[in-house]
Antibody
């Protein structure tokens, strides 16, 4: 069974950092682009970042450029999102998804940025 | 960057109704468009990819059409399980990002 499981969410103060993880199973992780997508409370979906199969290409939405870093470890079948300089507007459920969402999604992990 | 719009933002319909949602891209995306269904507290579910290809396991009452900048999602006969929010998404290029539309909420009339 294909599965994506996110972890690492929580409450963090503005300006703080958090690292999200996504554990993949049930498919050949190293063969796919992977993505992070977020959804603020009561709002729509927002694509955050994409990473190529070998990690050589990474792309971000403008609002997180310079603050967030997407990475992956194909040996561990894991995807990561390092989030620095967090702002209140980064509060959202963060989903890990295969190929921009065209494949399976995780269940999401909630990140709350508040003092 | 490619911007996506959807109309209407909310749609009230009854079981058995034919429902159509429109999605427009700010520039041509060929057929690189997907449709998702999302229910409260759940991850989105892929319904349609490449504008008109039905994802495996999705009921045939869902269909997609269009190319270039204008696309539609049609539900031929609305079922109780279909009351949800629907999003379109363009995936024209990995480097440009995979922008979502703002969503269309389908609720009970």
């Amino acid at each position: 069974e294909v599965q994506l499981v996110e972890s690492g969410g929580g409450l963090v103060q503005p300006g703080g950092s958090l690292r999200l993880s996504c554990a993949a199973s049930g498919f050949t992780f190293s063969s796919y682009w992977m993505s992070w997508v977020r959804q603020a409370p009561g709002k729509g979906l927002e694509w955050v970042a994409n990473i190529k199969q070998d990690g050589s290409e990474k792309y971000y939405v403008d609002s997180v450029k310079g603050r967030f870093t997407i990475s992956r470890d194909n040996a561990k079948n894991s995807l990561y999102l390092q989030m620095n300089s967090l702002r209140a507007e980064d509060t959202a459920v963060y989903y890990c998804a295969r190929d921009g969402g065209l494949g399976p999604w995780g269940q999401g992990t909630l990140v709350t940025v508040s003092s | 960057d490619i911007q996506m719009t959807q109309s209407p933002s909310t749609l009230s319909a009854s079981v058995g109704d034919r429902v159509t949602i429109t999605c427009r891209a700010s520039q041509s995306i060929s057929s690189w468009l997907a449709w998702y269904q999302q229910k409260p507290g759940k991850a989105p579910k892929l319904l349609i990819y490449k504008a008109s290809s039905l994802e495996s396991g999705v009921p045939s009452r869902f269909s997609g059409s269009g190319s270039g900048t204008e696309f539609t999602l049609t539900i031929s006969s609305l079922q109780p399980d279909d009351f949800a929010t629907y999003y379109c998404q363009q995936y024209n290029s990995y480097s440009g990002g995979f922008t979502f539309g703002p969503g269309t909420k389908v609720d009970i009339k």
